[in-house]
């Protein structure tokens, strides 16, 4: 983190739009902004209104706008109803977008399979009949574990069409990880792929889905439908497990979509926080809705003709809002991608934009710092070395973009000519809060800037006391929003506790640490809590420490995260085995050992990059470990500061070496 601040220390440059830019957008000018922004700060309720119908189509208007009677349990439109896969898709094509192009598919050996709105319409409606064929129906909660392909975006919006929750589960993650969602959400169907394919290899998917549903309280999934993407023996329930094109064999590509209130769920998608168990985030279907399409439309600058690409895969909150939702609902053409920005080589990504012409490029800095690395040591995968011209916005999302990066992206890919939209939001917030406007706001690299209009973000002291400018704390939001998160599932207390305690005065607390600069900029310093954001992706150190700990050899974990030049956070973990401490090659195995079970208990994304063993961890004399020492013992920096607390302080030494 430190790092980072100093080098936004030396970066004070800014970057205005240009005013040809300005003149074509959607918000021209930071006049337009600041209006809107008034609007919404003068006339809240009035300014959602407005916004809900002019963006949304109502099966039935909503008459009441904001119902904090029940807060922090907010209710958004709630007596309105409508239907979000009919906002994405048949919307469209009923006026006349049907023959335009919705997705162009690019799978990772660079086949393309394009299809319009009409088609992908067709598509959620044949599975959507499949579904209600079984049995399936409103309320029923789903887990959709599949790749990034057109299947995803089916499936989702198949359930949206029906009212059935979803909860898209990362294919990155283990069978255990799986499992716990499958129980959490209580889901009756699985949706799920064979395998898949990353870098030119084939990756099984289905295997851990059938580890997951071997295990307890599984017994009300009935079906686990299968999409055929690599081939090859699969293992098989009889009775249960039906491929894809079974499922939907038959059935009649129109489906009427089921009205839905307002407030019903659209989906759970589980996220790291603070304690061992991930959340169950739940959204609202018109709420959600309303602010994916709003904020493609402002956040992008997104009209008729542009080829919007966000990278983010379908099992994170990006690839909720801007992938299945948002650039549906604003009838966009959009690209997704099946692989990785390496394969075949780490100009994959620029090829695509060139192939696609792609106006709209959304993707995280860890992808951009790895391919900063790759392109300085070969010119051929150089952004130099590909067309580019078709590019009017590129964006950034998940995590702190350092300004050397940013510089780059800008200069590299952005030919200084498109303005970067540094997007600060979480799956909490369900789409983005505090971003540039690309026809607005003068940029400043590694802040992202000013709020959106209706979004009232601030910072405050642990009191609730907002801060004056150039003073770092707490980052809240101040009114509740449409999107907002509405509940953690079955655990509304979580929920309370989570985003609303009582110090801060009914705001909603972010988790994140900031501060405004003199023009009221936002810069986010990182996470407050125990979470780490590793290549963007969310992180608790206590998820990690847990599983450490299952492992047999395992006495006691302490995880904690390092600044990481390529990842943003590397996670570190300081273990204490129940024998003796390990050394040279048997500590190296032990190591392994405990990477390749963290990955079986979580995901690959979790595995520490670094093992580091002790006789025992430093602990004050009333027993709590000092992460905040650990922290600075995993950065390699020397301890400075007073450890005469300690109960142990010989510990250290053995903790600076890494195995
Ligand atoms: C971090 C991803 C700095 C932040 C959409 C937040 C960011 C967490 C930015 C949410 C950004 C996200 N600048 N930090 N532009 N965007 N973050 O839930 O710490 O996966 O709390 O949502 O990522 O991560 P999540």
Redesign the pocket.
Known sequence: MSTSIESVLVENRVFPPNEEFVRNAVIPGMDAYKALYKEAEDDFEGFWRRQANEHLRWTRPFTQVLDSSGAPFYKWFADGELNVSYNCLDKHVEEGRGDQTAIIFEADDGAVTPVTYKALLGRVCRFANGLKAAGYKKGDTAIIYLPMSIEAVVAMQACARLGIIHSVVFGGFSAKSLHERIVDVGASVVITADGQYRGGKALPLKPAVDEALSQSNTEKVRSVIVYRRTGGDTHWVDGRDIWWEDFEQGQSDECEPVVMNSEDPLFILY?SGSTGKPKGVQHSSAGYLLWAMLTVKWTFDQKPGDVFWCTADVG???GHTYVAYGPLAAGLTQVVFEGVPTYPNAGRFWDMIGRHKVTTFYTAPTAIRSLIKASDADAKVHPDSFDLSSLRIIG??????NPEAWVWYYKNVGKERCPIV???????TGGQMI?PLPGATPLKPGS?TLPLPGIFAAIVDETGEDVPNGKGGFLVIKKPWPAMIRNVWGDSERYKNSYFPAEYRGYYL???GAQRDNDGYFW?M??IDD?L?VS???LGTMEVESALVSHELVAEAAVVGRPDATTGEAVVAFVVLKRDRPHGDEAKEIAKQLRDWVAKEIGPIAKPKDIRFGDNLPKTRSGKIMRRLLRVVAKGEEVTQDVSTLENPAILEQLTESV
């Open positions: 996220t994170w909150i990006t950034s999302v998940g995590e702190p973009i540094d997007t600060w939001w979480q799956t909490e971003t992202c972010a988790g994140d986010i990182g996470r979470v954001n963007g992706h969310r």
